[in-house]
């Protein structure tokens, strides 16, 4: 079935960087934009950005413009959300979910979630 | 980039009909029919319920639906089962391709 899987949880010190894979199947890889959200505790939804993987193009939230860069591999359908200079209000779960499009915002299908914990 | 604003709780008995609202403006809902509603069970990855403002994709209960009117979105819940008691939240894409959720609203039973 169409599946997202995600890399493991990470504990990141203030300061250091962490990259989050999310790895597709059972669907064509370059058909679906690829969308990044994330969920600190107890807190709502926050979406961070998306690319379409089968050019590249990528957006991002204002919010986290020059900290956050997502990247594709069509070698082995993966994305990769990357979050520099940490803060501590960055612990959160991060979810990839699949986009039927560019602006639809249909996200059909979710990955687990990663656990990004920001502790000194 | 303002979330869009949601009621933080909603309450029904079972059986009843519930709405939620998602108010934006017409940069984001008012502007385009890309208004998705997510629900969420605790501990879960969210759910996709609705989209394009009232769309059900396969699956879905006819009990959810969705509309919109102006800059304000909605999602009725009719027939409120046990099994709806979660978190439920709308999203739009808003211009120059980014997209925005709503603040959240928490469903329970009375």
């Known amino acids: 079935q169409v599946e997202l899987v995600q890399s493991g949880a990470e504990v990141k010190q203030p300061g250091a960087s962490v990259k989050v894979s999310c790895k597709a199947s059972?669907?064509?890889?370059?058909?679906?934009?690829l969308h990044w959200v994330r969920q600190a505790p107890g807190q709502g939804l926050e979406w961070m950005g998306i690319?379409?993987?089968?050019?590249?193009?990528?957006s991002y939230a204002q919010k986290f413009q020059g900290r956050v860069i997502i990247t594709r591999d069509t070698s082995t359908n993966t994305v990769y959300m990357e979050l520099s200079s940490l803060r501590y209000e960055d612990t959160a779960v991060y979810y990839c979910a699949r986009g039927y499009d560019f602006w639809s915002g249909r996200m059909d299908v979710w990955g687990q979630g990663t656990t990004v914990t920001v502790s000194s | 980039q303002s979330a869009l604003t949601q009621p933080a709780s909603v309450s029904g008995s079972p059986g009843q009909s519930i709405t939620i609202s998602c108010s934006g403006t017409?940069?984001?809902?008012?502007?385009?029919?890309?208004v998705s509603w997510y629900q969420q069970h605790q501990g879960k990855a969210p759910k996709l319920i609705i989209y394009?403002?009232?769309n059900r994709p396969s699956g879905i209960s006819d009990r959810f639906s969705g509309s919109k009117s102006g800059n304000t979105a909605s999602l009725t819940i009719s027939g409120l089962r046990a099994e709806d008691e979660a978190d439920y939240y709308c999203?739009?894409?808003?211009?120059?391709?980014?997209?925005?959720f709503g603040t959240g609203t928490k469903v329970t039973g009375l």
């Open positions: 999203s739009s894409y808003r211009s120059s391709n980014i997209h925005v």
């Open positions: 059972e669907y064509t890889f370059s058909s679906y934009s």
């Open positions: 394009g403002v009232s």
């Open positions: 017409s940069s984001d809902i008012g502007g385009y029919n890309y």
């Open positions: 690319v379409n993987p089968s050019g590249g193009r990528t």
